[in-house]
Nanobody, 125 residues
Framework: QAHVVESGGGLVQPGGSLTLSCAAS????????IGWFRQAPGKERERLSC????????FYAGSVQGRFTTSIDNAKNTVHLQMNSLKPEDTAVYYC??????????????????WGRGTQVTVSS
C-alpha cells in the first residue's frame, strides 16, 4: 500500500531554517508529482510547491518562491522541502502529497491521492 510520511517539523526562530522530508513507501518515485502544502489554524490548505520526480522540475507558490526549495533524494525515495528565512506566518501543519504522472504546473490539492498526516512547523521567538 502506498504511503507518504512527513518528518522534520519543529520550533524555529524567525529568520531560521528547517528541512522537511517526505518519505514514500509502497511505491517508487519514478513518474510522480510530489506536492507540499500547509494549513494554519482557521485557514484553508495552501499549496506551496510541486516537483516532478521524473526530471526534478519544480513549481512554487509566490508566497514561498525564493525561500523554499524542494528536492528529490532518489536513493532514499524521499522528497525534501528546505525552508529558509522563516516567518511567524509560516507557522502551520505541513503536508506532502503524491500523485502519479508528470506535473506541468503547481497542482492543487484535489489532484493528489496519497497524503501524509502532516508535521507541525512553528516559527516563534
Amino acid at each position: 500500500q502506498a504511503h507518504v510520511v512527513e518528518s522534520g517539523g519543529g520550533l524555529v526562530q524567525p529568520g531560521g531554517s528547517l528541512t522537511l522530508s517526505c518519505a514514500a513507501s509502497g511505491f517508487t518515485l519514478d513518474y510522480y508529482a510530489i506536492g507540499w502544502f500547509r494549513q494554519a489554524p482557521g485557514k484553508e490548505r495552501e499549496r506551496l510547491s510541486c516537483i516532478s520526480t521524473h526530471d526534478g522540475s519544480a513549481f512554487y507558490a509566490g508566497s514561498v518562491q525564493g525561500r523554499f526549495t524542494t528536492s528529490i533524494d532518489n536513493a532514499k525515495n524521499t522528497v525534501h522541502l528546505q525552508m529558509n528565512s522563516l516567518k511567524p506566518e509560516d507557522t502551520a501543519v505541513y503536508y506532502c502529497a503524491a500523485r502519479e504522472g508528470i506535473p506541468l504546473e503547481l497542482l492543487p490539492s484535489d489532484k493528489y491521492d496519497i497524503w501524509g498526516r502532516g508535521t507541525q512547523v512553528t516559527v516563534s521567538s
